[in-house]
């Protein structure tokens, strides 16, 4: 059966709602948020997952509020804000293990071996990208993409179309999970900053006692062997770390989730 305009045309406002919280994942959730996917892909995607996702919506109970066409800016930009603090939430244990990465590489003198990556829109660190893409492989073994499109769908449920406020941003959370997230990247690099010390301390007493050794030639291949050894020996415990972390940070997104549909009265 084909619908007429003056049949489609009152549901264009809660879709454009609908495909506006959906739109809001796709900016900085990993994989996602990729600038490497074409905006009209991601586009599409949206449209695709709006439109299944719209379906499923009781627009008496998930619609309190009647959208017009005056009302429709500030309403798709309050509900692109939903998907968005999912798609950043998701991504702090991504970002936070790149992070170690790139005071580990900074301490090992890589700091100059830098480059630009396409996949994250920034110039980025060979030891933080490798543990950026570790924690990306763990993210994906442990169904994140399902988690966060799940999260993004049971949302409507939970929070009704219009009814999201400045009071419900997750900012404790978010300042919560930050903080974690940053203890994550200390762990992360501290065995490399420990052997990293011994070895100045090394360096130092050598100059002090054989003043005759170019310490200077000799200690910074010395210093990237050792820091690339602790870093390979210490890799169970960062597979441990970054686990744990991706984990705990998709529960505290559900428990999130859920908890304004409390807050919103929801079931």
């Known amino acids: 059966m084909i619908l007429s305009y003056d049949q489609l045309l009152p549901h264009l406002p809660v879709f454009l709602a609908v495909v506006s919280r959906i739109a809001g994942l796709l900016f900085f959730a990993p994989i996602l948020g990729s600038p490497m996917i074409p905006a009209r892909v991601k586009a599409l995607l949206a449209i695709a997952l709006g439109a299944?996702?719209?379906a499923t919506i009781d627009l008496r109970r998930e619609v309190p509020l009647e959208l017009t066409l005056s009302s429709l800016g500030p309403a798709m930009f309050s509900e692109a804000l939903i998907g968005l603090a999912i798609g950043v939430i998701a991504s702090l244990p991504l970002v936070c293990m790149e992070m170690g990465g790139l005071l580990m590489g900074q301490q090992m003198g890589l700091g100059l071996a830098g480059f630009y990556n396409p996949a994250v829109d920034?110039?980025?660190d060979i030891v933080g990208q490798f543990l950026f893409y570790m924690a990306l492989g763990l993210f994906l073994a442990a169904g994140g993409v399902e988690m966060m499109v799940r999260a993004?769908?049971?949302s409507f449920a939970r929070v009704p179309i219009g009814a999201f406020g400045a009071g419900d941003a997750?900012?404790?959370l978010f300042a919560g999970l930050l903080v974690s997230g940053t203890e994550l990247a200390m762990r992360v690099a501290a065995p490399?900053?420990?052997?990293?010390?011994?070895e100045t301390a090394a360096s130092a007493l050598i100059t002090k006692t054989a003043p005759q050794l170019n310490v200077l030639s000799l200690g910074f291949p010395v210093r990237i062997m050792l820091a690339l050894a602790t870093m390979y020996a210490s890799l169970g415990a960062v597979h441990w770390a970054a686990s744990y972390s991706v984990g705990d940070t998709m529960e505290a997104l559900g428990v999130w989730v859920q908890g304004l549909g409390?807050?919103?009265g929801g079931g």
Request: glycine share 0%; hydrophobic share 65%.
């Open 52 to 54: 299944a996702t719209y």
């Open 122 to 124: 920034s110039d980025a």
């Open 152 to 154: 993004v769908t049971v």
């Open 170 to 172: 997750p900012l404790e």
């Open 192 to 198: 490399v900053f420990a052997i990293l010390f011994v």
């Open 262 to 264: 409390a807050a919103k």
